[in-house]
C-alpha cells in the first residue's frame, strides 16, 4: 500500500494528470534548466536563496513585509546592511538563540535532541531551531518557485 502511494505520489495519476508527476526535484530543474550571474558556482539553496531574491521585485515586495507562521512573528526576510542585501540563512543564524544556520549544524542538533544526556530546556531550544531552519527551507523552495513562475509568466 506503502509502494503504491509513493508511486502515485512520484509518477501522478495517468488517468488524471496525464504523464506530468506531482512532484519535482527543484535541485534538478536548477542544476539543467536555471542560472543567474549571481550564482557563481553553487547550487545550495542556502547561496542561491539571495541571489534570486536580488533579482526579483515580486519577492522583495512580498517578503519586506512582516511574515508570521507557527514559527516566526512579523519576521523581515528582506532585509539590507550597507546597500547588500542579506542572506535569509544568515539573519536566522545571527539570532541569539538560533544556532542552526545549515543542515550539517541541522543535522548535530537533531542528533544532540535524540540523546538524554542534554537538559530539556537545551531541547526545547534545538526543537525551535530545527522547525525555523526547517521551515525557511521549506520557504526558499517556495521563494525561488515564484521567482521562477514570474519570469515564465512574463
Known amino acids: ?56 521585485p515580486l519577492l522583495k515586495e512580498r517578503f519586506s513585509r512582516p511574515y508570521n507562521s507557527h514559527n516566526f512573528d512579523n519576521y523581515i526576510w528582506w532585509q539590507h546592511q550597507d546597500e547588500t542585501l542579506k542572506n535569509p540563512y544568515d539573519l536566522l543564524k545571527e539570532e541569539q538563540d538560533n544556532s542552526i544556520g545549515n543542515g550539517a549544524e541541522a543535522m548535530v542538533a537533531y542528533g544532540k535532541m535524540r540523546t538524554d544526556s542534554i537538559e530539556s530546556v537545551r531541547v526545547e531550544k534545538l ?28
Do not use: Q
Not at 503504491?4 to 535541485?27: C, H, Q, R, V, Y
Not at 542544476?31 to 550571474?37: P, T
Open 1 to 56: 500500500e506503502l509502494i503504491k502511494w509513493l508511486e502515485n505520489l512520484l509518477t501522478g495519476n495517468k488517468k488524471k494528470f496525464g504523464d506530468d508527476p506531482k512532484m519535482a526535484d527543484m535541485g534538478h530543474l536548477l542544476k539543467n534548466y536555471y542560472y543567474n550571474n549571481e550564482m557563481e558556482d553553487s547550487l545550495s539553496i542556502k547561496d542561491v536563496l539571495p541571489t534570486i531574491m536580488k533579482l526579483s
Open 127 to 154: 526543537k525551535r531551531g530545527l522547525f525555523r531552519y526547517c521551515e525557511l527551507d521549506t520557504l526558499a523552495m517556495v521563494m525561488i518557485y515564484l521567482h521562477w513562475e514570474a519570469n515564465l509568466n512574463s
